[in-house]
């Protein structure tokens, strides 16, 4: 079963997202390679956007101005571009309920257990082919597929994973985290996996992270 692999001098980076967001998905394959680059630890937080939004000034995407939201599907088609994907625009079951499958992360990180192939999976199940991610049936095949035991659905239900996911929502806030994906380094803020290359150049770097009250 895969396992964080653990190292004293990795440094650490947040990872706030929901499997619900299309950029978390994006951005997931070269979030893995900016981790093996620079030796990250990746600290994964499931978050539940619908609680972040509201909390934060932002609007779930039906409520967003026509503008925006056509706007949205244009940037989608340049990223699917840039990244080399190949995903739906309009994913037959999305939106859904995300927090079965974030509790499934949820219960991994407490597990110490790496979610990385099961996120990928998921990921690639919603919006590449199309499954009910709020099916637990569909779950556990994910789970099963990316090399989980089943039992991790039970697991994600627990109340540990709940208290987890809850816990996830409030270090969001504090972070200043208002959308997914969020990675914070040091403190520092990068929303959105179109950061990652202004990531990448902080680590690179080495300087000291940038504040809002420089």
């Not at 925006?68 to 739906?88: A, D, M, P, S, T």
């Not at 929502?169 to 200043?176: H, T």
Request: glycine share 8%.
């Amino acid at each position: 079963m895969p396992t964080f692999r653990e190292n004293a001098v990795a440094r650490h980076l947040a990872v706030y997202f929901s499997l619900l967001s299309p950029w978390a998905y994006i951005g997931h394959a070269e979030l893995q390679g900016l981790a093996a680059k620079h030796d990250l630890r990746l600290d994964y937080r499931p978050v539940a956007l619908s609680q972040v939004f509201p909390e934060s000034g932002g609007l779930p995407l039906a409520k967003r101005h026509p503008m925006r939201q056509n706007y949205r599907i244009v940037e989608l088609q340049r990223w699917r571009e840039k990244r080399g994907l190949n995903f739906h625009l309009h994913p037959q079951f999305w939106p859904f309920d995300p927090a079965p499958g974030d509790r499934i992360v949820c219960a991994m990180t407490l597990a110490g257990v790496d979610p990385a192939k099961f996120m990928a999976a998921a990921f690639a199940g919603v919006f590449e082919r199309q499954r009910d991610l709020a099916d637990a049936g569909t779950l556990a095949q994910i789970l099963e597929e990316s090399g989980y035991e089943p039992i991790w659905l039970q697991r994600g239900e627990s109340g540990a994973a709940e208290t987890c996911y809850q816990r996830n929502l409030a270090l969001a806030l504090e972070d200043g985290v208002y959308g997914s994906p969020s990675y914070v380094l040091d403190g520092e803020l990068f929303w959105g996996q179109d950061r990652l290359d202004l990531l990448d150049d902080a680590l690179t770097s080495g300087r000291a992270p940038f504040r809002p009250d420089a």
